[in-house]
């Protein structure tokens, strides 16, 4: 029991407080905070492996969401690898998946999507589907795809999800160890 005279009584009982106050701290988080907070539009396809995605199916992590395509020469492969290298750094691998939304289905077949991701070197689920079903899928996520003979021009920006299934933060161009804290404080 604490005196009400004792010097170090008091002195360790305000360390006490001001720690547990610190812990309340919301952490610092880089990319754009959405507000207010809301679910993220629904998302259901098949992965690489030809087997059903939802995206209700991760709740409980964190879901680094971004839409590229497997024949892209350099943006999709360095943004899917900056992921995983944020991932690994982050020090939540279990806790953090990365999914890649394909912006050309056609061509984004589950076995393109397998190569692809062992070509970057990175563990993700891949998602694809018919025209039809993408299509409703980045509307929902606002992500405007004009497709060309030989590219398929995107927008390009990484879409945070927290654990309960909320869209929390769009990052654009954050650094490893940006997107990594932000994992690391959505995960808490």
């Not at 061509?107 to 993408?134: E, W, Y």
Request: with cysteine; glycine share 12%; proline share 5%.
């Amino acid at each position: 029991m604490l005196s009400r005279r004792s010097p170090l009584g008091l002195l360790a009982l305000a360390g006490a407080l001001g720690l547990a106050a610190c812990s309340t701290k919301p952490p610092r988080l880089y990319g754009t905070v959405l507000q207010p907070v809301r679910l993220a539009p629904p998302l259901t396809a098949i992965d690489q492996n030809g087997a059903s995605f939802s995206l209700t199916g991760e709740r409980g992590r964190v879901v680094a969401l971004y839409f590229g395509f497997t024949h892209c020469k350099d943006i999709c492969p360095q943004t899917l690898a900056k992921l995983g290298a944020a991932r690994a750094k982050s020090g939540l691998a279990s806790r953090v998946a990365i999914v890649f939304a394909s912006v050309d289905p056609v061509r984004d077949t589950p076995a393109a999507l397998r190569a692809f991701f062992a070509r970057v070197g990175v563990s993700a689920i891949g998602i694809t589907g018919t025209r039809a079903q993408m299509k409703a899928i980045w509307s929902g996520y606002g992500v405007d795809v004009q497709a060309t003979r030989t590219d398929v021009g995107h927008s390009s920006f990484v879409y945070f999800i927290g654990p309960r299934g909320n869209l929390r933060i769009v990052g654009g161009d954050l650094s490893i160890a940006q997107l990594a804290a932000d994992m690391r404080g959505l995960a808490r």
